[in-house]
């Protein structure tokens, strides 16, 4: 399962981020590391942006960004 997939208020743990290295660096920057919990707290009306709750700060992110994290439940 994909970051984007997750429903609002649902809580998750970070598995994996997929992406190249530009973004990667930026994610694991914004705290987005393997084993980490995640909620979701918004979805924007089309979609995209998400938000999500990481270490207790609101970060959005691009659905397409988004789908380059695996979690678990």
């Known amino acids: ?3 984007s997939e997750m429903q609002v ?16 660096r930026r994610l694991f920057d914004m705290g987005f590391v393997s084993g ?3 909620t979701c707290t ?3 009306a089309l979609g995209t942006p998400i938000a999500y ?3 207790g700060c609101k ?4 659905k397409k960004d988004a789908q ?6």
Do not use: F, P, W
């Open 1 to 3: 399962m994909t970051l």
């Open 9 to 24: 208020n649902q809580t998750a743990k970070i598995d994996e981020v997929l992406c190249d290295s530009g973004l990667a």
């Open 36 to 38: 980490q919990n995640i």
């Open 42 to 44: 918004n979805i924007g």
């Open 53 to 55: 709750n990481l270490h």
């Open 59 to 62: 970060i959005a992110l691009r």
């Open 68 to 73: 380059k994290l695996t979690i678990s439940k």
